[in-house]
């Protein structure tokens, strides 16, 4: 069993920046692909980004070139640097773990997900 704890979000203004964390249980963590997910209020949840467990990165289209994500596994936490927010943003953001390892983009292929860390973005 994997329990994810995200941190870090908060309000900021369009074109400023957050970075959340994702500490995670367990000794397997390394294992892992460590992903992220957003969701707005009446959307469904989407794919943001995902770090593979041999540290390769994937991301969305609409994130691309704006948010970084990475990992220590030393510290068995992985982070999602955002930067140039912008309102559409805005959402709900969780962090998951798959057993699989691989750059998986589809939630169900996520094996365990953390409570979600709110991030909102004025304009």
């Known amino acids: 069993q994997v329990q994810l704890v995200e941190s870090g979000g908060g309000l900021v203004q369009a074109g400023g920046s957050l970075r959340l964390s994702c500490a995670a249980s367990g000794r397997t963590f390394s294992r892992y692909a460590m992903g992220w997910f957003r969701q707005a209020p009446g959307k469904e949840r989407e794919f943001v980004a995902v770090?593979?467990?041999?540290?390769?990165?994937y991301y969305a289209d609409s994130v691309k070139g704006r948010f970084t994500i990475s990992r220590d596994n030393a510290k068995n936490t992985d982070y999602l640097q955002m930067n140039s927010l912008k309102p559409e943003d805005t959402a709900a953001y969780y962090c998951?773990?798959?057993?699989?390892?691989?750059?998986?983009?589809?939630?169900?292929?996520?094996?365990?997900w953390g409570q979600g860390t709110q991030v909102t973005v004025s304009s």
């Open positions: 770090i593979s467990a041999g540290g390769i990165t």
């Open positions: 998951a773990a798959a057993r699989t390892g691989g750059l998986v983009t589809r939630t169900p292929a996520y094996d365990y």
